[in-house]
């Protein structure tokens, strides 16, 4: 049985790859199938999450015909896996994965978010400088789109990690 079920994850991960590289999927046929790899991540990630990240990792969102919107809807569903069921440091390298392809699709908005995302992660384990790091990219990225109610929300979150790490006086001034 076991043989069985492996055989079959294999098969449709070759076949999977396969349908997705030529990229002649509508738009239509493309949300199908990355709502099918969810389902089924959802379906196996409580008795196997190896196989559930198999389904993850099918989930296509690369593909150029994409739109920014819809890369982060399904971006932010495979990262809400990762965020419950994985580890840390799996969630640093989905995070990692997911900004660089935000950056390949020059979509400055996911970029933002997923910097914002990034810091919370190096927020819950005290890595203060990094998390201060990414605050700051995300905090660009906003400014200059003009965004002020996350502007805002990012000045407060870089006033309370300038506290953390101990500069006061840069907090303060941040904060008011």
Request: proline share 1%; hydrophobic share 45%; aromatic share 12%.
């Amino acid at each position: 049985m076991i043989r069985l079920l492996t055989l079959f994850f294999f098969l449709s991960l070759i076949i999977s790859k396969n349908y997705c590289q030529g990229s002649d999927l509508s738009l239509a046929e493309l949300i199908a199938f990355n709502d099918d790899k969810l389902a089924k991540a959802k379906e196996f990630i409580d008795a196997d999450t190896s196989t559930a990240r198999i389904f993850l990792n099918e989930i296509s969102l690369d593909l150029p015909e994409i739109s920014d919107s819809l890369f982060q809807v399904y971006t932010n569903k495979k990262l809400d896996f990762f965020y419950n069921y994985f580890s840390e440091d799996d969630l640093l390298k989905e995070l990692m994965r997911s900004i660089e392809l935000a950056k390949e699709r020059n979509d400055s908005i996911s970029l933002a978010q997923f910097h914002n995302e990034l810091a919370e992660v190096f927020l819950n384990v005290s890595n203060f400088k990094e998390a201060l790091k990414s605050t700051l990219i995300s905090l660009a990225i906003y400014d200059a789109q003009g965004n002020q109610d996350k502007v805002g929300e990012l000045l407060l979150k870089k006033g309370a990690i300038e506290y953390a790490i101990g500069d006061y006086v840069n907090s303060i001034e941040t904060v008011f």
